[in-house]
């Protein structure tokens, strides 16, 4: 069984920084990605960032370019997002995701999600 475990969220004024995690088990699948949505209230989910199994590419919106950072430990599953100079409107639920990468980049959907954590900046 496929678990992604997120934490790392919460309130920080504008400029601040943040470091998201993300604990996987159960992965049995090669070429896959993992990375972070995120939802703002009203608006559609976007991709913000993800790591391509198959060889260590990483992927950042353009709205994040420069002030995220996405990054793994192998020898403990994680995943790390690494966010900087954060500003309001990066608030949003930010969800930890996992798939085959064919599909994610075919749909910007993951296969299996995490319960996602609440990242708030204020002005």
């Known amino acids: 069984e496929v678990q992604l475990v997120e934490s790392g969220g919460g309130l920080v004024q504008a400029g601040g920084s943040l470091r998201l995690s993300c604990a996987a088990s159960g992965f049995t699948f090669d070429d896959y990605a993992i990375g972070w949505v995120r939802q703002a209230p009203g608006k559609e989910h976007e991709g913000v960032s993800y790591i391509n199994s198959s060889d260590g590419a990483t992927y950042y919106a353009d709205s994040v370019k420069g002030r995220f950072t996405i990054s793994s430990d192998d020898a403990k599953n994680t995943v790390y997002l690494q966010m900087n100079s954060l500003k309001p409107e990066d608030t949003a639920v930010y969800y930890c995701?996992?798939?085959?990468?064919?599909?994610?980049?075919?749909?910007?959907?993951?296969?299996?999600w995490g319960q996602g954590t609440q990242v708030t900046v204020s002005s």
């Open positions: 995701g996992a798939g085959v990468i064919s599909h994610y980049i075919q749909t910007g959907l993951f296969d299996y």
